[in-house]
């Protein structure tokens, strides 16, 4: 069965019994972490609506006329915004996407954040001023960044060149952030909190793909490149200049040493410590990532 089969199904359930099934909204369903967080849900037997441009009923961050259907019946959202909270706009897109939840009657929130980010954090403002049972998810680097994401490619070609030095990051898993998002969407006892989930130690940039060699048993360089020589390869690769200016924002500011240091958040919300990147790294080679 295909995922709009199953949003489809899962909808017309909903409809026909909407005052005992709850039914949860996970936007970025295709992403990294809001795909963990809908497989998780189901799993345990939760109505969930996946919410992606290619849903049905379609639900698109630019295009507010989408949301209200999306909305429908919905009791709680696992919220994740596109393409980051980093971006100029972002809170205010918050903030109308709060007001139409509040209207379509959604008890519960759950806001997907990222560490020493401004608009990130005024986004958190706007939710924590609702009157939503509302938790907030604060993410260090994604360790799937890697296996997933924007360097997959980099680190299959045997070279990952970035626009960073020393700094320290403790990369989280994003199984990670699905278990803490899960726990604050079905639990009580969440309400009112904010976790800034990272891994448990820090490494460069140049540890983590160090990592992944060993893990994958193969050589793989890092190497620092400047700013601009990755915005351009960026620009001839065809990626859109939202994402490149997100990009660059996150590698001058956010990596600028603010957040090199290591937090409890996963411990707090889930009682375990969190995952630990090499872990990841051979996880993710057992598993193919970069085959």
Do not use: C
Not at 154 to 172: M, Q, R, T, Y
Not at 230 to 250: C, H, K, N, R, S
Request: aromatic content about 8%; charged content about 20%.
């Amino acid at each position: 069965m295909n995922e709009n089969t199953s949003e489809n199904t899962s909808t017309a359930q909903t409809a026909a019994d909407s005052t005992t099934a709850p039914l949860t909204l996970v936007l970025g369903a295709s992403g990294k972490t809001g795909r963990r967080v809908a497989e998780r849900l189901e799993a345990a037997g939760a109505d969930v609506r996946r919410g992606s441009r290619s849903a049905s009923p379609a639900f698109d961050w630019e295009d507010p006329a989408t949301w209200p259907a999306a909305l429908e019946g919905v009791s709680a959202v696992y919220l994740s915004f596109f393409p980051d909270l980093a971006v100029p706009g972002a809170p205010e897109a918050i903030a109308a996407f709060a007001e139409q939840a509040r209207r379509a009657g959604v008890r519960r929130v759950v806001l997907l954040s990222g560490r020493g980010e401004v608009e990130a954090q005024r986004a958190e403002q706007v939710i924590a001023g609702t009157a939503f049972d509302w938790t907030v998810v604060r993410a260090s680097w994604f360790a799937q960044n890697f296996s997933e994401g924007a360097f997959l490619d980099a680190v299959l070609s045997g070279e990952v060149a970035l626009p960073v030095g020393d700094v320290g990051e403790p990369f989280v898993d994003a199984d990670d952030i699905a278990d803490v998002a899960v726990a604050a969407l079905t639990e009580d006892g969440h309400h009112g909190r904010v976790y800034e989930v990272t891994g448990p130690r820090l490494l460069t940039f140049a540890e983590a793909v160090a990592a992944i060699a060993l893990a994958t048993g193969r050589e793989i360089a890092f190497v620092p490149i400047p700013l601009d020589a990755f915005t351009g390869y960026l620009a001839e690769a065809g990626e859109p200049q939202e994402v490149i200016d997100m990009l660059a924002y996150l590698f001058t500011e956010v990596l600028d040493g603010r957040n090199a240091h290591v937090t409890d958040g996963v411990f707090r919300a889930l009682g375990r410590q969190p995952r630990d990147f090499a872990d990841f790294a051979f996880t993710a080679a057992e598993n193919g990532a970069w085959k």
